[in-house]
């Protein structure tokens, strides 16, 4: 949670932030590596042309149109700690976020939530136990009504509390995950793990599963195991567990990426289990020593409905990087029509997005390359080549224009940008890392390239 000590809420303030990202930085290939933090839900993903973004990339940043008179703010508050929701009624809410210390770790906090006409709508305590010592405790941004009761006038708020590990537990961390009622009135559901919540809710149809994958060992072997957590419905007064999925951690070990994606397609929900068809890689004897990667691996992309049966599957091939460097796999990195019908392909059929990440042993950086395949596991087109790590967005739409999306590339002669128009895939402006036989710096406007 990003600290700060004063935050004045203007109306010009344009970008919001999504709690739960998971953009880590892939560590050095050496011993074993853990998986990355493993669901990834609509929104969660790269989309939208922010100033934060452009600033992060080193750009400008895009100067917002006035919307207020003066340079009062409209609401000003002081607190350690904000973050953005996503308020039940479709707005855009805020909380502000008090802790209590006990020593160096938390001992507690307070969360209040306002709504998007600055107006306090919620407050809740969160109290830690005193046999944990936590170093964080985080509200993600969905806010629900019906996923953890059957009271659909009460709103709960979802929290993940992160404790370390001691002498007493042989050092191991380990996550909890609540749900408090924004009243006040106490804790809605309680569970170890720390999952997301995925909401493909439209209209009077209601559709919210919590996923929450645990790791496991069945039979000597480490597994993830991802559960999906249903609301109360008939008969049943709490949350309950509609469906378990096991995957081999050795099967999503270097991977870049979410192992498990939500999509929503048609209105309709749908998982991707994104893993390996083998391990990755072997560990060599010596751990000082680079792991020996897996020849003639693929991989496998399984497709399940909401009813958790499997609808399509595909396997790629994973070739070996062009420059001899280890090529690892992702998917879910570029957007939200990393799964897609009709979007790059026919109605009819699944078409897939996915990342092939190049890490470089003498920078210890990873660059990124997007390809498109058919279901049939046939590369279509290649989207972009040598993207730096997470430097790529889509931009502001035009009015009978195609969408486009902006990469920042990493080259050996420097930095340039390229445009490409999804969803033909097709390159468009190109900023030059040199400009006749020099670099310099671009000024870039957020908008249309033809």
């Known amino acids: 949670m990003k600290k700060m000590t004063t935050l004045c809420l203007a109306l010009a303030l344009t970008c919001a932030t999504e709690a739960g990202a998971t953009t880590d930085k892939q560590p050095k290939l050496k011993g074993r590596q853990t998986a990355a933090w493993g669901v990834a839900v609509p929104g969660s993903r790269t989309q939208s042309a922010s100033a934060m973004r452009f600033l992060n990339m080193g750009l400008g940043a895009p100067m917002a149109a006035p919307r207020a008179v003066g340079n009062d703010p409209v609401s000003s508050v002081t607190t350690p700690g904000f973050g953005w929701a996503d308020g039940p009624d479709g707005n855009q809410w805020y909380y502000t976020q008090n802790y209590k210390l006990d020593g160096y770790f938390y001992s507690g906090s307070t969360i209040t939530l306002y709504d998007n006409n600055n107006q306090q709508v919620g407050q809740f ?84 599963r919590l996923i929450l994958p645990i790791e496991k060992v069945i039979d000597g072997k480490e597994y993830v195991s991802i559960d999906f957590i249903a609301p109360p419905t008939w008969g049943k007064d709490e949350p309950y567990v509609e469906h ?76 070996e990087s062009p420059k001899g460097i ?52 046939q590369r279509l087109k290649t989207i972009c080549e040598n993207a730096a790590e997470n430097q790529w967005f889509y931009l502001n739409n035009v009015k009978g224009k195609s969408e486009q999306m902006a990469f920042l590339q990493a080259l050996e002669e420097g930095q340039q940008i390229q445009m490409v128009d999804v969803p033909s895939c097709e390159k468009r402006t190109l900023f030059p890392a040199m400009i006749d036989g020099e670099g310099g710096t671009h000024g870039v406007t957020v908008g249309h390239a033809e």
């Not at 009460?154 to 961390?173: C, L, R, T």
């Not at 999503?252 to 048609?266: H, L, Q, S, W």
């Not at 068809?277 to 560990?283: E, H, L, R």
């Not at 957007?335 to 003498?362: A, C, I, M, R």
Request: charged share 20%; hydrophobic share 35%.
């Open 326 to 377: 280890y090529r690892m796999a992702a998917f879910g990195r570029m957007s939200d029509n990393d799964l897609s019908k009709g979007y790059f392909g026919p109605e009819d059929q699944f078409s897939y997005v996915v990342t092939w990440v190049d890490y470089h042993l003498q920078s210890d950086e990873n660059t990124y390359n997007f390809d498109l395949y058919d279901n049939q596991a």
């Open 244 to 319: 378990t999925l096991d995957i081999p951690f050795e099967n999503i070990n270097y991977m870049d990426g979410a192992y498990i994606n939500c999509f929503v397609i048609e209105d309709k929900p749908y998982y991707v289990v994104a893993q390996y068809d083998t391990a990755y890689c072997t560990m060599p004897e010596d751990y000082t020593q680079d792991i020996i990667v897996t020849p003639n691996n693929h991989f496998v992309l399984k497709t399940y409905d909401r009813n958790y049966s499997l609808v399509d599957s595909v396997a790629v091939p994973i070739e």
């Open 125 to 208: 305590d969160i109290d830690v136990p005193d046999t944990l010592q936590v170093n964080s405790i985080e509200m993600y941004s969905a806010l629900t009504k019906k996923m953890f009761d059957r009271d659909d006038t009460s709103i709960e708020a979802m929290v993940s509390i992160h404790a370390v590990g001691n002498a007493e537990n042989n050092y191991k961390d380990c996550y909890i995950t609540r749900a408090y009622h924004i009243d006040g009135s106490g804790i809605a559901y309680e569970c170890e793990g720390s999952g997301m919540l995925f909401d493909a809710s439209k209209g009077w149809n209601t559709y919210q």
